[in-house]
């Protein structure tokens, strides 16, 4: 079974709306990675958080960690269409371990 | 080169060949990962290779399924026999050892067995 599990599965907003998306795991991990997939390939690495922090900004995003409640969250806020894609949380247990990815979550930005 | 290169970025092939997908990460990066990622869903941990390290073969769905990285840079992933249920988009991802920048993904290998 996927260690990250995205909530929820897929999301369809108005431009220049916000999207939230939730990613919880099971087990402890060393940091917990968003990447970004657009039409079914390659991944782009978005934003990294480490088990020690609790927010990360980059851009319009923002990404927080609960450690406590094994769950991390994605914003994105005033949304283009270009957001447009589906966003996939990942969690690392040790540093330069393999990740291991959530089912996803499918964002649909209406212009 | 820049980024994570596949090869082929499309192959179909009949049940029952055997299939070979080759990945180039990016030059210095010392860890090397493939995933396999079936219509609509989230990306299956194949192989994982970290420098001089035996490979974490763990996700490997059967002994029709292998793979080699040849001088610490070039991997090739087989599929022996393959089956339909083997059709999906094969991803390579490649890092450096502490990837504080988390890993490169290439654009992927879509197989399809008919």
């Known amino acids: 079974s996927q260690q990250g599990e995205e909530d929820p599965q897929a999301l369809s907003i108005q431009e220049g709306e916000n999207a939230t998306m939730n990613c919880s795991y099971k087990t402890s991990i060393n940091n917990l990675q968003w990447y970004r997939q657009n039409s079914g390939r390659g991944l782009v690495h978005l934003i990294l958080?480490?088990?020690?922090?609790r927010e990360k900004h980059s851009g319009r995003l923002r990404v927080t960690l609960d450690t406590s409640k094994k769950s991390s969250s994605l914003l994105i806020t005033a949304s283009r269409a270009a957001d447009t894609a589906s966003y996939f949380c990942a969690t690392e247990k040790a540093a330069g371990n393999k990740l291991t990815f959530g089912g996803g979550t499918r964002v649909l930005v209406k212009p | 080169g820049a980024g994570v290169s596949q090869s082929p970025s499309n192959k179909v092939t009949e049940k029952g060949k055997d299939v070979e997908l080759r990945c180039d990460p990016i030059?210095?990066?010392?860890?090397l990962y493939w995933y396999r990622q079936s219509l609509g869903q989230g990306l299956e941990f194949l192989i994982y290779?970290?420098?001089?390290?035996?490979?974490?073969k763990s996700g490997l769905p059967s002994d029709r399924f292998s793979a080699e990285r040849t001088g610490g840079s070039v991997s090739t992933l087989t599929i022996q026999r393959t089956q339909q249920e083997d059709s999906a988009v094969y991803l390579c991802?490649?890092?450096?050892?502490?990837?504080?920048?988390?890993?490169?993904f290439g654009s992927g290998t879509r197989l399809t067995v008919v």
């Open positions: 991802a490649s890092s450096a050892d502490r990837p504080r920048g988390g890993y490169t």
């Open positions: 030059s210095g990066h010392t860890a």
């Open positions: 290779f970290q420098g001089n390290s035996a490979p974490d």
């Open positions: 958080i480490r088990s020690n922090e």
